[in-house]
């Protein structure tokens, strides 16, 4: 049974930083296109990051681009998010997700597994 196990959320002042950890277990994928995206109360699941499988390259929203950094563990199957100069409008749970292929993939039902999610509060 594959699980996806995150943690590293909180509470923040604005202009911190926080860094995301998600693992991978229970899974026999050859390669781990893995992503994170966030979801507020009354709006939908938001794309984070992503990073591909094969080649690690990565892939941004908007919104965090030159903020946030996607980047592996020293295992294939773990991934951080690093997030610095946070703003209140980071608040969100987070959520991470997998796949077994060779790109990055930023749409969220192109992912198979999810996490139960991880609550990241950024206070003004």
């Known amino acids: 049974q594959v699980q996806l196990v995150e943690s590293g959320g909180g509470l923040v002042q604005a202009g911190g930083s926080l860094r995301l950890s998600c693992a991978v277990s229970?899974?026999?994928?050859?390669?781990?296109?893995m992503g994170w995206f966030r979801r507020v109360p009354g709006k939908e699941r938001e794309f984070v990051a992503a990073?591909?499988?094969?080649?690690?390259?990565?892939f941004y929203g908007n919104s965090v681009k030159g903020r946030f950094a996607i980047a592996r563990g020293d295992a294939r199957n773990k991934v951080y998010l690093q997030m610095n100069t946070l703003k209140p409008e980071d608040t969100a749970v987070y959520y991470c997700?997998?796949?077994?292929?060779?790109?990055?993939?930023?749409?969220?039902?192109?992912?198979?597994?999810w996490g139960q999610g991880t609550q990241v509060t950024v206070s003004s």
């Open positions: 997700a997998a796949k077994d292929g060779l790109y990055y993939y930023i749409l969220a039902n192109q992912y198979d597994f």
């Open positions: 229970g899974s026999t994928f050859t390669n781990y296109a």
């Open positions: 990073i591909g499988g094969s080649s690690d390259s990565v």
